[in-house]
Nanobody, 122 residues
Framework: QVQLVESGGGLVQAGGSLRLSCAAS????????MGWFRQAPGKEREIVAG????????FHTDSVKGRFAISRDNAKNTVYLQMNSLKPEDTAVYYC???????????????WGQGTQVTVSS
């Protein structure tokens, strides 16, 4: 059974940094697409970043380009989201998700983590 466990959220001041981790288990993820999504109160869930595990090909939505970076560690079966220059509008619950094949930008993810709260104060 696939499990995705996020960690690393918290409260940070504007301009600060956080690194989210998503520990994946339950199968081999070599062909999977992994995504980081977020949902702020009263807003729709949106994809923030994604990576094709085997290729390392990445996607970042425009609002986080240059500030966030997704990466993966094959040995640890973990996907990361490094978030720098955080803004109050980045405040949301962040979710890790896994999809059996590309593309990354899709609403049809197969597995989801429980989410981790990121709060950026002004």
């Amino acid at each position: 059974q696939v499990q995705l466990v996020e960690s690393g959220g918290g409260l940070v001041q504007a301009g600060g940094s956080l690194r989210l981790s998503c520990a994946a288990s339950g199968r081999t993820f070599s062909n999977y697409a992994m995504g980081w999504f977020r949902q702020a109160p009263g807003k729709e869930r949106e994809i923030v970043a994604g990576i094709i595990w085997s290729r390392g090909t990445t996607f970042h939505t425009d609002s986080v380009k240059g500030r966030f970076a997704i990466s993966r560690d094959n040995a640890k079966n973990t996907v990361y989201l490094q978030m720098n220059s955080l803004k109050p509008e980045d405040t949301a619950v962040y979710y890790c998700a896994a999809k059996k094949d590309p593309p990354v930008v899709s609403a049809n993810y197969d597995y989801w983590g429980q989410g981790t709260q990121v709060t950026v104060s002004s």
